[in-house]
C-alpha cells in the first residue's frame, strides 16, 4: 500500500459543474484550477467546456468554488469565450458557484485572469463621485473599495448611479487615495450590468476612474482592476522589464503619461502592464503577434485574456506557453492595445511524491477489494516504467481501472508534470485522491 503523501500544491484541481470537462482534447490549454496565493488570494486558471459541446448558456453554472476558497461578497469578471468571443463570469459568495453571466457563441470558456480575495481585506472606501453610491440594496455585493497588499493595489466592488440612469462614457466613479495610485495611466476591461461589460481607466495623477465606454446599465463592477502602486519604500524599485515586441511594434512614447510595455516576475506570478501600438499606425489584425515573452516569464500552458484596445474596443490576448508570443486573437479597430490585467503564474500543478512501502509484486494486474464497493481491478503496462516521468520523455504512460457495472477509466501522467509511476496495490479512494491532486489525471473511454 502507500503509506503518504507529501508536497500537497498549491494549484488544485476546479470542481466542475455536471455537463463540464477540462478541455482535454486541446492539450496545450490550461484544465481548469485554483490556487491559494498569499494566504488570501485566489487565482483562476484554465479553460471549461460543454460535454456535449453545445453553446453554454446565459446564467449557467460551469463550477463550484470549495468553501475555502470563496470570497466574502459576490463578485464579477469578464473573461475570453471562443475565438473572438468574451464570457463572464460571476462568482456567487455564498454557494461558490461560478456562473457564466452572458449567452455564449461557442461550448468553452477561460477562467484566466480571476483573482480575489478569500477573506476581507483591509480596505478603503473609494470616494465616489457624487453622482454614485454603493448599491446597499444589494446585500451580497461587494461595496467599492480599495486595498493594499505589498506594492499591488486591488479595486473590487460595485458602483451604481445615483438617478439610476445608465453609466455615460467619460462619466468618473471615483478617486483613489493618492498613495494607492499607478506610476503611469492604465485601462481595464471590466463587468456591466446583466451580459454588458465597461471599461475603467485609470488616472495615475488624479486617481480618477474614468469610464472608457458607454454602458448599458445604471452600475459598474470594479473586480478584477490590479496594479502596481508608484509610491514604494524609499529607495525601493521593482526589477520591471521591457516586454520584447515584435518588428512592427512599439511603446506609445508620444503618450508619457501611459505605460510602456513591461513584465515583472514575484513568486512564480508574471504581470504585465503598458501599452502596445503599432508601428505604422493601421489597426491590429487578428491573430497578430506583437510580442514574446522570454521563457522566464511564460506560462505552463496557453492562456486567454481580455484586455482593453483602443477607444472603446475590447481585445482578446492569447499567451503560447510553447513559444511566449503575445498573439491579438480579434481584429482591433484602433492601433494599439492594452496589456493591463494579465496575470499569471508560471508554474505547472506540483504532483506531490508518492512513498510505496513495498515492491510492485510481479504481474501487471493487481485486484484489490475496495470496502462496500465492488473489486476494482488495476492493470498497469507490463513493460518497464522510468522511475520518473517528465516533460522531456514524452512516454504516454497509462494505468487502466475498471470496477463492474461502471465505465472503464483511464490514469494517466500529465505531460508537464514530474510525477512517478503508481506501485503495490491501491484503493479506489486513493486513485481518487490521486486524481484530486493533480498527480494523475482520468478520461472516459
Same mark, same amino acid.
Given at each position: 500500500?502507500?503509506?503518504?503523501?507529501?508536497?500537497?500544491?498549491?494549484?488544485?484541481?476546479?470542481?466542475?459543474?455536471?455537463?463540464?470537462?477540462?478541455?482535454?482534447?486541446?492539450?496545450?490549454?490550461?484544465?481548469?484550477?485554483?490556487?491559494?496565493?498569499?494566504?488570501?488570494?485566489?487565482?483562476?486558471?484554465? #479553460?471549461?467546456?460543454?460535454?456535449?459541446?453545445?453553446?453554454?448558456?446565459? *446564467?449557467?453554472?460551469?463550477?463550484?468554488? =470549495? @468553501?475555502?476558497?470563496? =470570497?466574502?461578497?459576490?463578485?464579477?469578471?469578464?473573461?475570453?469565450?471562443?475565438?473572438?468571443?468574451?464570457?463572464? #463570469?460571476?462568482?456567487?459568495?455564498?454557494?461558490?458557484?461560478?456562473?457564466?453571466?452572458?449567452?455564449?457563441?461557442?461550448?468553452?470558456?477561460?477562467?484566466?485572469?480571476?483573482?480575489?480575495?478569500?477573506? %476581507?481585506? %483591509?480596505?478603503?472606501?473609494?470616494?465616489?463621485? =457624487?453622482?454614485?453610491?454603493?448599491?446597499?440594496?444589494?446585500?451580497? #455585493?461587494?461595496?467599492?473599495?480599495?486595498?493594499?497588499?505589498?506594492?499591488?493595489?486591488?479595486?473590487?466592488?460595485? /458602483?451604481?448611479?445615483?438617478?439610476?440612469?445608465?453609466?455615460?462614457?467619460?462619466? #468618473?466613479?471615483?478617486?483613489?487615495?493618492?498613495?494607492?495610485?499607478?506610476?503611469?495611466?492604465?485601462?481595464?476591461?471590466?463587468?456591466?450590468?446583466?451580459?454588458?461589460?465597461?471599461?475603467?481607466?485609470?488616472? !495615475? +495623477?488624479?486617481?480618477?476612474?474614468?469610464?472608457?465606454?458607454?454602458?448599458?446599465?445604471?452600475?459598474?463592477?470594479?473586480?478584477?482592476?490590479?496594479?502596481?502602486? !508608484?509610491?514604494?519604500?524609499?529607495?525601493?524599485?521593482?526589477?520591471?522589464?521591457?516586454? %520584447?515586441?515584435?518588428?512592427?511594434?512599439?511603446?506609445?512614447?508620444?503618450?508619457?503619461?501611459?505605460?510602456? =510595455?513591461?513584465?515583472?516576475?514575484?513568486? *512564480?506570478?508574471?504581470?504585465?502592464?503598458?501599452?502596445?501600438?503599432?508601428?505604422?499606425?493601421?489597426?491590429?489584425? +487578428?491573430?497578430?503577434?506583437?510580442?514574446?515573452?522570454?521563457?522566464?516569464?511564460?506560462?505552463?500552458?496557453?492562456?486567454?485574456?481580455?484586455? !482593453?484596445?483602443?477607444?472603446?474596443?475590447?481585445?482578446?490576448?492569447?499567451?503560447?506557453?510553447?513559444?511566449?508570443?503575445?498573439?491579438?486573437?480579434?481584429?482591433?479597430?484602433?492601433?494599439?492595445?492594452?496589456?493591463?490585467?494579465?496575470?499569471?503564474?508560471?508554474?505547472?500543478?506540483?504532483?506531490?511524491?508518492?512513498? &510505496?512501502?513495498?515492491?510492485?509484486?510481479?504481474?501487471?494486474?493487481?485486484?484489490?477489494?475496495?470496502?462496500?464497493?465492488?473489486?476494482?481491478?488495476?492493470?498497469?503496462?507490463?513493460?518497464?516504467? &522510468?522511475?520518473?516521468?517528465?516533460?522531456? @520523455?514524452?512516454?504516454?504512460?497509462?494505468?487502466?481501472?475498471?470496477?463492474?457495472?461502471?465505465?472503464?477509466?483511464?490514469?494517466?501522467?500529465?505531460?508537464?508534470?514530474?510525477?512517478?509511476?503508481?506501485?503495490? &496495490?491501491?484503493?479506489?479512494?486513493?486513485?481518487?485522491?490521486?486524481?484530486?491532486?493533480?498527480?494523475? /489525471?482520468? @478520461?472516459?473511454?
Amino acid at each position: 500500500m502507500i503509506s503518504r503523501l507529501y508536497g500537497i500544491p498549491t494549484n488544485r484541481v476546479l470542481p466542475l459543474a455536471m455537463g463540464f470537462k477540462p478541455a482535454i482534447e486541446w492539450p496545450q490549454i490550461q484544465t481548469p484550477e485554483e490556487s491559494l496565493a498569499d494566504s488570501i488570494i485566489v487565482r483562476l486558471r484554465g #479553460i471549461v467546456r460543454r460535454e456535449d459541446k453545445t453553446p453554454i448558456k446565459k *446564467n449557467t453554472t460551469v463550477g463550484t468554488l =470549495p @468553501t475555502d476558497r470563496r =470570497p466574502p461578497k459576490d463578485l464579477c469578471f469578464v473573461v475570453a469565450g471562443g475565438d473572438e468571443s468574451i464570457g463572464r #463570469i460571476y462568482i456567487n459568495a455564498r454557494t461558490g458557484a461560478l456562473i457564466e453571466g452572458m449567452a455564449m457563441v461557442y461550448d468553452h470558456v477561460f477562467l484566466d485572469g480571476v483573482q480575489f480575495f478569500v477573506a %476581507p481585506l %483591509p480596505a478603503n472606501f473609494i470616494q465616489l463621485n =457624487p453622482a454614485f453610491r454603493p448599491a446597499t440594496e444589494w446585500p451580497t #455585493i461587494q461595496y467599492p473599495a480599495v486595498s493594499v497588499l505589498g506594492e499591488r493595489v486591488f479595486l473590487r466592488g460595485l /458602483a451604481k448611479t445615483v438617478d439610476g440612469s445608465i453609466v455615460k462614457k467619460g462619466g #468618473i466613479v471615483g478617486v483613489i487615495p493618492a498613495n494607492l495610485r499607478p506610476p503611469k495611466d492604465v485601462c481595464f476591461i471590466v463587468a456591466g450590468g446583466d451580459e454588458s461589460i465597461g471599461r475603467v481607466y485609470v488616472n !495615475a +495623477k488624479l486617481g480618477t476612474l474614468n469610464v472608457g465606454m458607454p454602458m448599458a446599465y445604471n452600475h459598474i463592477f470594479l473586480d478584477g482592476i490590479q496594479f502596481f502602486k !508608484a509610491h514604494t519604500p524609499a529607495g525601493a524599485t521593482l526589477p520591471w522589464k521591457p516586454v %520584447p515586441l515584435t518588428t512592427g511594434f512599439r511603446p506609445a512614447t508620444e503618450w508619457p503619461h501611459i505605460q510602456t =510595455p513591461e513584465y515583472y516576475i514575484t513568486d *512564480n506570478i508574471v504581470y504585465m502592464r503598458g501599452l502596445v501600438k503599432k508601428a505604422d499606425g493601421t489597426p491590429i489584425k +487578428k491573430n497578430t503577434v506583437i510580442g514574446v515573452l522570454p521563457p522566464e516569464a511564460r506560462p505552463p500552458k496557453d492562456l486567454a485574456f481580455v484586455v !482593453a484596445g483602443g477607444g472603446e474596443s475590447v481585445g482578446r490576448i492569447y499567451l503560447n506557453w510553447k513559444t511566449g508570443t503575445i498573439t491579438v486573437g480579434v481584429p482591433m479597430v484602433y492601433d494599439h492595445t492594452f496589456l493591463d490585467g494579465i496575470r499569471f503564474s508560471t508554474s505547472p500543478v506540483v504532483a506531490p511524491a508518492i512513498v &510505496p512501502t513495498i515492491a510492485p509484486p510481479p504481474t501487471s494486474a493487481l485486484t484489490v477489494e475496495v470496502p462496500t464497493a465492488k473489486a476494482l481491478t488495476v492493470e498497469v503496462p507490463v513493460e518497464p516504467l &522510468p522511475e520518473v516521468i517528465t516533460k522531456e @520523455t514524452m512516454i504516454p504512460t497509462q494505468i487502466t481501472y475498471h470496477r463492474e457495472g461502471y465505465p472503464t477509466k483511464k490514469l494517466v501522467c500529465p505531460s508537464r508534470t514530474v510525477c512517478k509511476p503508481l506501485a503495490g &496495490p491501491i484503493s479506489l479512494e486513493m486513485l481518487l485522491a490521486l486524481g484530486i491532486l493533480g498527480l494523475v /489525471a482520468y @478520461t472516459r473511454d
